[in-house]
């Protein structure tokens, strides 16, 4: 092999190391910003189901309310 195709290719592989570089960096980031998705919906759905449960809570609560009373009178 002669000195100038040798040159050319470790430009050509240091081009594929570069390109290699940039798409793993691209996929870690893609990776980084779908967790980053995934846990805000898993804190919104989180406080959506608090919300359900506290409202759950207290109609179960009035209801008891409401039958003791009724216990009461009768």
Partial sequence: MCLQEWARLEKIE???????IVLVS??????AVGVVFAYGVCIAMFS????????VAAVRL?????????VVEG
Avoid at 14 to 20: H, K, L, M, P, T
Avoid at 26 to 31: D, E, Q, R, T, Y
Avoid at 48 to 55: G, V
Avoid at 62 to 70: F, G, L, W
């Fill in 14 to 20: 240091g081009v594929v190391v570069n390109s290699s």
């Fill in 26 to 31: 691209a996929v870690l980031a893609s990776l």
């Fill in 48 to 55: 959506i189901f608090r919300i359900h449960a506290r409202q």
């Fill in 62 to 70: 009035a209801r008891s309310v409401v039958a003791q009373t009724q």
